[in-house]
């Protein structure tokens, strides 16, 4: 019987979109194809999108490889690496390098990328003059420039903007010079673009707009500097071109391929050679080239289903999604944001500087854009995606999948083929079937399997929520696993311990000190802003960008768009004048309900976020932190003070209390009570710390919890005087917030550590109670609230 022979598959290209293919390729039918990868850099696979670390340093090319020549060896894939293929033989099949055949082929992928567009301008050919394409790059331009220097960056867009950061943060002083009117023009409209303007500034880099380019001075072949058409000249020592790319065409185009902007193919992407398919950033298809790796790895995928004769995909072009990989700057955008005819909701905060916006067409999204707040982004992407019909819940569109209403946003309506991190091109169905056939149960297994979430980190949420959904009850959220999250390789005690001994004041500093592999996500980020303040309250530089929307707005956002406001009324004892004040100012702004909290308090739900301020300041109240992970409520009783069975003073104790720890940020939210006796109206025993009083003194309970997971509080001491609950309540939040994780809730953190040792560190060892007391004093005494800051009330 005659054996089937293999179809000889050579791949010119190892980029991205190679690499892509050729997993594809394995995944449909290894067995049937003898494959060839030739590739013109000496490196196997790296993820280019990690190339702006491997410029500061903080990564060396091994650590942002994906496809080691170890990979390429177990899966029977023979790897050419430096060196460039120079024309096909198309009539004999072959390719041709230094007029030596290197592989003869049946079927032969393109995957040659694109070149960097360099102006036609006087000096562009000096030495000093880089593109940011590649590794060979990223090794000039340190080169250049060391730990310092001059750079002007030309070209203000997406790999601009991370070339000129990567070269700041090397120690550079960097001017970016743009062409257009405003920033990121494809990704940013006006509003946005001022925002990434104001925030790159504020880090130290210069941005100048609307300036064009017309020579690259120097003396003799070294550059000097970049003079623009109106006359000003800026100093250079380097000088970065980041003004787009071209596909790169010439080795298709000299062997005979039909070529326009790019090698033109089909939905099969088959160019005019039956014998010869395209991906990447060198084709064009249907009028439309590339530049984003999204598209790249659905290219892959139907071409992999073609050689595999299966023929059931057709490559489609749809609407990309981008995130800017700039620590500090969350900036995520999708679709068309240019549409002047587009209907447009928008949603700009600029205190807390958030923006977003949701352009729509009959009903459905084509484009959006968010600034400060980007978590919402990718659930929005997969409605636009989709087509869905979201004109239904337009009110609540850029509020959070609580605020929405059932359709495409749940995950199980979700398509497979949804791709989930466009960094690497990893899919809604790839990850299901990697949780279920694998026994993922967290991010960091999901990232080690897939390498989802690896790179900017924009798609973690989402990720959470595939999590979530595939696996129910088994998720592992919450408390965070030996690594704090995907974006790093660093523990919680890594972190703090560096903090401390390297005295690092901000998120930034961590980042950069500890080498973050991105530019964090909404669980790192807040997480490193909590840790600075916690270890270093005097001198932590709060990170706004690293807060969560309601701790930045200092509100709770409703599902309407307004604000509930939530004044701190201490043991939940109010005067008639503040009642009277609170009354007042209901009316007079028409607030839409006034609801008496469970703790105790007053709600003002409905108020319009331009009254926020008028109504503080009205007010003239502490805020309630109802919004943050902080001290929410002291709920008492009126105890020995008026009622007959009281047999301690649990009023002004629990106002004692709530003094002392108001404003405080915690890992997690906080609830404390106080009840005069046994009979416990405060209800005590599920609080994360309940004080009981008894004859002669209080019973103090930690741990307990009243919401979803109920559970009872476990007794920590008991105790004969309130200023003993006061040192004993003080030591243990303080305690709480040096060892919890952030968002571990004391119910678990208790259960966590032990009963036993906490009453050791806070009860027993007398002398690191009071250290732990001391510790929260200092930090309480530089709290300020945020409100009356802002007010002057």
């Known amino acids: ?30 067995e ?19 190339l702006a670390y491997v410029l500061t340093g903080e990564k060396s090319v091994s650590e942002i490889t994906t496809h080691g020549r170890e990979w390429y060896e177990q899966n029977g894939v023979r790897l050419i690496t430096g060196v460039e293929v120079s024309d096909i033989r198309r009539a004999s099949r072959s390719v041709i390098a230094n007029n030596e055949t290197l592989a003869a082929y049946d079927k032969l992928i393109l995957a040659t990328g694109s070149l960097p567009i360099i102006p036609r301008i006087p000096g562009a050919d000096r030495d000093g003059v880089f593109t940011f394409r590649n590794v060979a790059d990223c090794e000039r331009i340190r080169g250049r420039i060391g730990r310092g220097g001059r750079v002007v960056v030309i070209g203000g867009g997406l790999l601009g903007l991370e070339a000129a950061h990567a070269a700041h943060k090397l120690g550079a002083e960097v001017t970016v010079a743009h062409l257009m009117g405003r920033l990121m023009e494809r990704q940013c409209d006006a509003a946005s673009a001022a925002l990434l303007t104001d925030d790159l500034e504020r880090m130290g880099i210069r941005v100048l707009l609307g300036k064009e380019a017309i020579e690259i001075t120097g003396s003799g072949n070294s550059v000097g500097g970049v003079r623009f058409k109106d006359g000003q000249e800026v100093a250079a020592d380097a000088v970065i071109v980041s003004i787009g790319i071209r596909p790169n065409i010439g080795l298709a185009a000299r062997s005979g391929i039909y070529c326009e902007r790019g090698v033109v193919v089909s939905d ?4 005019y050679d039956p014998a010869i398919y395209a991906v990447g950033e060198c084709v064009q298809h249907r009028g439309a080239t590339f530049g984003l790796v999204g598209a790249v790895f659905e290219q892959a995928r139907v071409l992999a289903n073609h050689l595999a004769a299966d023929a059931r995909l057709v490559f489609k072009n749809r609407p990309a999604s981008t995130r800017l990989k700039v620590q500090g700057i969350d900036l995520y955008s999708a679709g068309d944001i240019s549409d002047n005819d587009a209907e ?5 905060d600029r205190g807390a500087r958030v923006y977003k916006r ?7 999204l084509t484009g959006l854009v968010m600034y400060g ?18 004109g239904h819940r337009r009110h609540a569109l850029l509020f959070g999948e609580a605020a929405a209403v059932k359709g495409a946003s749940s995950v199980a309506d979700m398509p497979d083929d949804l791709i989930v991190c466009g960094c690497n091109g990893v899919t809604k169905g790839m990850l299901v079937e990697a949780i279920e056939k694998k026994g993922l149960f967290t991010r960091a297994d999901v990232a080690r399997e897939t390498r989802a979430s690896t790179s900017c980190g924009g798609c973690a949420p989402l990720i959470d929520r595939i999590l979530e959904a595939t696996l129910g009850a088994d998720f592992q959220g919450g408390v965070a696993p030996a690594n704090i999250c995907a974006c790093t390789k660093y523990s919680r005690e890594d972190v703090i311990k560096n903090i401390k001994e390297r005295r690092l004041t901000s998120v930034m500093a961590v980042m950069e000190a500890l080498g973050w592999e991105t530019v964090g996500c909404d669980t790192c980020r807040p997480a490193l802003n909590y840790y600075v303040s916690m270890v270093w309250p005097l001198e932590a530089v709060d990170d706004a960008t690293s807060r969560l929307v309601n701790e930045r707005a200092h509100a709770n956002i409703q599902n309407d768009g307004t604000f509930s406001v939530v004044p701190r009324i201490y043991g939940g004892a109010i005067t008639p004048a503040e009642l009277g004040r609170i009354a007042e100012c209901a009316q007079r702004h028409e607030v839409k309900l006034v609801k008496l909290t469970g703790g105790g308090r007053i709600d003002l739900i409905g108020v319009k976020k331009d009254d926020l301020p008028v109504v503080w300041k009205e007010l003239d109240m502490d805020s309630g932190y109802a919004y943050g992970k902080a001290l929410r409520t002291v709920k008492t009783c009126v105890g020995a003070l008026h009622c007959r069975f009281g047999t301690q003073d649990s009023l002004n104790l629990g106002i004692a209390l709530e003094k002392r720890l108001a404003g405080l940020w915690m890992p997690a939210k906080v609830k404390l009570s106080v009840s005069g006796c046994p009979r416990n109206c ?6 994360d710390i309940g004080v009981v009083g008894v004859s002669g003194g209080f019973e103090i309970y930690v741990g307990g919890c009243g919401g979803i997971e109920l559970k009872a509080g476990q007794k920590l001491a008991t105790v004969k005087t309130p200023e003993d609950v006061m040192k004993v309540a003080s030591a243990f ?5 040096e060892d919890a994780a952030y968002g571990e809730r004391t119910f678990k953190w208790v259960r966590r550590r032990g009963i036993n040792e906490i009453q050791k560190a806070v009860v027993d060892d007398a002398t690191g109670a009071a250290a732990l007391v001391a510790r929260l004093e200092a930090a309480a005494a530089v709290v300020l609230d945020p409100w009356r800051q802002r007010v002057g009330a």
């Open 1 to 30: 019987m005659k054996e089937n022979k293999k179809t000889r598959l050579v791949v010119v290209g190892n980029g991205m979109a190679g690499t892509a293919c050729v997993e594809e390729v394995i995944k449909a039918g290894r």
């Open 344 to 348: 447009s909701i928008e949603y700009f």
């Open 358 to 364: 949701a352009l729509l067409k009959d009903g459905r």
């Open 733 to 737: 939040i303080q305690h709480y917030r």
């Open 268 to 271: 099969t992407m088959q160019t």
């Open 32 to 50: 049937r194809f003898d494959i060839t990868v030739i590739g013109r850099e000496p490196h196997p696979n790296y993820n280019r999108v990690l």
């Open 682 to 687: 405060a209800e005590s025993g599920i609080k």
């Open 373 to 390: 707040d980007s978590a919402q982004g990718p659930r929005l992407f997969s409605s636009l995606l989709e087509n869905e019909d979201v």
